[in-house]
């Protein structure tokens, strides 16, 4: 029991310093997302606190962060200002149409967890993982240069002057802080301390620079103060449910469920490297899931992993399940009761830590390995870096596996072979190997020659795999062809599932197909388990 506790608590203070830089760093992307998004601070605030709380405890990877996150936020955009048309004004019906949005794609995201979808992600390839996090890297780079303008007249102004090199200072030092402090001693973490000092500077020093509370009044909030979360009994009295609302938002909580799934997904593997340990894709399915819909009950925007913050996390030596719900409970009391201290703390200093974030983001490697990969993941890397930018992360991993999976075919239907032999009583035998699909039947096609070959002729699949319905339209119209011409034809060596799949297809297989066989190459290829004694027990 001892051990078990020492294990378990090995960690705890790298895992409790990490999760208040976290919490810190939490503020003002979680107030800039409402704000993307339409709706009070709060609502963003209180879904960073419940989806990052309930995800750290239940959750498929320790110390990933979840929280509201920009690529939710720009689609919840339209559906906010649409469901605002269908109310009075003034009657926030949008706000409540999201939460009902939120609860449908919790649902939707519990299912992919029943459903085992989550293992799926393993299907997408490394150039895609990498434009992801260099896409994700530009994106995060760019959102923090919107703190580098101020608001004149209603409208938001880049800064000049003195502001502009005060700003400048404080996000170099920032950076340089936390640059140069791991190379002094690594048992403090450079984020917060960077935080803390600038800070310090800003406030006795009385600077008038940019702060979490000015930029929060700046979008229209009345500062970070409230209570607990409650129950949104109006979701069930002011939104009906009924067709005409699933079929309204729908569209929404599945696009919103299919980004929030991919881009924790992707958080997922990407920390699953970082730390060479593994994560469990289903599991997170599930806690993303069951976070949103609790989230959605009690008046949240709902949320996903966050890539920077959890990169944050793992930099500063969090690990497991604590980091992440001490960043969650560190946020609630902030807005329960150090709203006024975390009000002080300069933008400045937040924009130069998510500035390193990039920085650690950032596949400088890439480059490096342009002129040594083959050209298409070079194109699929850069395809979805740009579309990551342009578009979302959603519709940039989808492209790209899309496209990595038609290289993939279009290069797997090019390695179809037949090798030809005649045998000494004139039967000729075509020797098949490859994948036989849907993208190599015209080459298997092309093979052939039943107008000319033998009277007798055999095709022999010890090297090659029937994989879908293509194949066996392919392997049924050849073999209508050489009969046609009068002659005969045999399949051999057809694993067991293939013949299942003729016989199925049709009963002329079973004129055609030869079962008895005696080659030991096909029963090894046939059953490779059985071959389970020494090599020296084996008759060569």
């Known amino acids: 029991m001892t051990d078990f506790i020492r294990k378990r608590t090995a960690n705890a203070k790298n895992d409790i310093l990490s999760g208040l830089t976290v919490a810190l760093a939490l503020v003002p992307e979680a107030v800039a997302f409402a704000f993307v998004a339409g709706v009070d601070p709060l609502v963003g605030l209180y879904a960073a606190f419940m989806v990052g709380l309930i995800t750290s405890i239940f959750g498929g990877r320790p110390g990933m962060i979840s929280g509201a996150t920009g690529a939710l936020a720009v689609v919840m955009v339209a559906l906010v200002a649409k469901g605002n048309s269908m109310g009075v004004e003034g009657e926030q019906l949008g706000l409540y149409y999201l939460f009902a949005t ?14 085992k979808l989550g293992k799926f992600v393993r299907l997408i390839p490394h150039p895609v993982m990498m434009g992801f996090v260099n896409g994700l890297a530009i994106v ?36 340089a802080i936390m640059f140069g402090l791991p190379k002094l001693t690594k048992k403090l973490p450079e ?61 929404y909580a599945l696009i919103l469920a299919a980004i929030g799934l991919i881009e924790s997904l992707m958080t997922l593997n990407l920390i699953d490297e970082l730390t060479e340990t593994r994560g469990n894709s289903n599991k997170e399915c599930l806690a993303q899931g069951g976070a949103n819909i609790v989230t959605g009950l009690f008046g949240g925007m709902g949320g996903c992993a966050m890539i920077g913050q959890s990169l944050i996390n793992i930099k500063g030596g969090g690990r497991t399940r604590l980091s992440g719900v001490v960043a969650a409970l560190t946020l609630l009391a902030f807005i329960l009761f150090a709203s006024g201290l975390i009000e002080q703390v300069p933008i400045s200093a937040l924009v130069g830590v998510m500035f390193m974030v990039v920085v650690g983001t950032f596949a400088w490697s ?21 579309l990551t930018v342009i578009f979302d992360l959603a519709i940039a991993v989808i492209a790209g596996v899309i496209v990595s999976a038609l290289v993939f075919a279009w290069e797997s239907a090019r390695r179809i072979r037949a090798r030809k032999r ?14 036989l699909f849907f ?37 049924f119209t050849l073999v209508n062809k050489y009969e046609a011409e009068g002659k005969s034809i045999k399949l051999k060596h057809l694993s067991t599932d293939c013949k299942v799949l003729l016989y199925k297809a049709s009963p002329k297989f079973r004129e055609v197909i030869v079962e008895d066989i005696e080659d030991p190459r096909y029963h090894l290829a046939e059953n490779p388990e059985a071959f389970t004694k020494p090599l020296s027990e084996y008759k060569l």
Do not use: C
């Not at 209603?154 to 170099?172: E, H, N, Y």
């Not at 929060?216 to 449910?241: A, C, M, R, T, Y």
């Not at 005649?422 to 490859?434: L, N, R």
């Not at 190599?440 to 795999?465: C, G, L, Q």
């Open 191 to 251: 984020a917060l301390v960077a935080i803390l000092v600038v800070s310090g500077i800003v406030i006795f020093g009385n600077l008038d620079v940019a702060t979490v509370g000015s930029f929060i009044h700046d979008g229209g909030g009345e500062g970070l103060k409230g209570g607990l979360p409650s129950f949104q009994f109006d979701i069930f009295n002011k939104v009906p449910f009924n067709l005409e609302t699933l079929i309204f938002i729908g569209p």
């Open 422 to 435: 005649v045998k000494t009583d004139g039967t000729k035998v075509y020797e098949i190997w490859g994948p």
């Open 102 to 115: 939120v609860i449908l794609m919790g649902v939707i995201q519990m299912l992919a967890g029943v459903f």
């Open 140 to 175: 995060i780079f760019l959102s923090q240069l919107g703190m580098f303008k101020e608001t004149v007249g209603g409208d938001k102004v880049w800064m000049q002057g003195s502001q502009l090199w005060i700003m400048i200072g404080l996000v170099g030092l920032t950076m």
């Open 439 to 475: 993208g190599s039947i015209t080459a298997f096609n092309d093979k052939f020659d039943a107008k000319n070959d033998p009277k007798n002729v055999e095709i022999d699949f010890v090297e090659a795999r029937i994989s879908d319905h293509s194949a066996l339209e392919a392997i």
């Open 366 to 386: 890439s480059f490096r390995i342009m002129n040594k990969i083959p050209k298409t993941d070079v194109f699929v890397l850069i395809l979805v870096s740009g």
